[in-house]
């Protein structure tokens, strides 16, 4: 999963290029997208939908990235993902969808080496028994375990989108890693 930029500095110092010259926003571009997408296409469930959202995701940022401003490390990161999950919020609006759901052959290839049919299908099952427990938590715990280990967000640009507490997020995060971890006990024991 990708990472966040390296630190404060180089953030700071790649916001001002790119207001200064837009070309240089394709560095910020070329960090971002994948985080981006791997999180909107978790929650939206399909590869066309996904791709298109991602993609009005940055023409959002890029149309206002001239009001952005910057509050610290991370703001960025957590403006990006707010228009992200606004863009999500709509496409349900508009689809009227109740549940979410990856058809596992659309998920994207992240990995750089071809692996072998085998472990293609063990990650496929790891992934969907992964998902099944995770559609059972709260839409809220859903949310901000999507954000942490889809977005690859930390807990305070979680909170930024979505207006919580950074200790309320900590909170979630801790519970549904609890709860998950439990429902994998459970699953152990019954089979």
């Known amino acids: 999963m990708p990472t966040s930029l390296p630190d404060d500095g180089y953030e700071q110092l790649m916001l001002a290029q790119a207001r200064a010259n837009p070309e240089a926003f394709r560095e910020l571009y070329r960090h971002y997208f994948p985080r981006v997408y791997a999180y909107?296409?978790?929650?939206?469930?399909?590869?066309?939908?996904?791709?298109?959202?991602t993609a009005d995701t940055f023409?959002?940022?890029?149309?206002?990235?001239h009001?952005?401003?910057y509050r610290g490390a991370g703001s960025f990161?957590?403006?990006?993902?707010?228009?992200?999950?606004?863009?999500v919020?709509?496409?349900?609006r508009q689809q009227r969808r109740t549940q979410t759901f990856i058809p596992l052959d659309d998920l994207?290839?992240?990995?750089?080496?071809a692996p072998t049919p085998d472990v293609l299908l063990l990650e496929k099952e790891r992934f969907a028994r992964l998902r099944n427990h995770i559609v059972t938590l709260s839409p809220r715990r859903q949310e901000i375990v999507t954000l942490r280990f889809f977005g690859g967000l930390r807990n305070n640009e979680i909170a930024a989108v979505l207006g919580l507490?950074?200790?309320?997020?900590?909170a979630h995060v801790s519970r549904a890693l609890e709860d998950l971890q439990a429902r994998y006990a459970d699953e152990l024991v019954d089979e």
């Not at 990161?77 to 863009?87: D, L, T």
């Not at 919020?89 to 349900?92: G, I």
């Not at 507490?165 to 900590?170: I, K, L, N, S, Y």
């Open 59 to 65: 023409v959002r940022v890029v149309e206002a990235f």
């Open 77 to 87: 990161a957590a403006w990006v993902f707010r228009i992200a999950y606004h863009q």
């Open 40 to 53: 909107i296409a978790y929650r939206v469930g399909r590869v066309p939908d996904a791709e298109d959202l």
């Open 165 to 170: 507490d950074e200790r309320t997020v900590a």
């Open 108 to 113: 994207p290839d992240l990995h750089s080496s």
């Open 89 to 92: 919020a709509a496409f349900y």
């Open 67 to 69: 009001s952005f401003e």
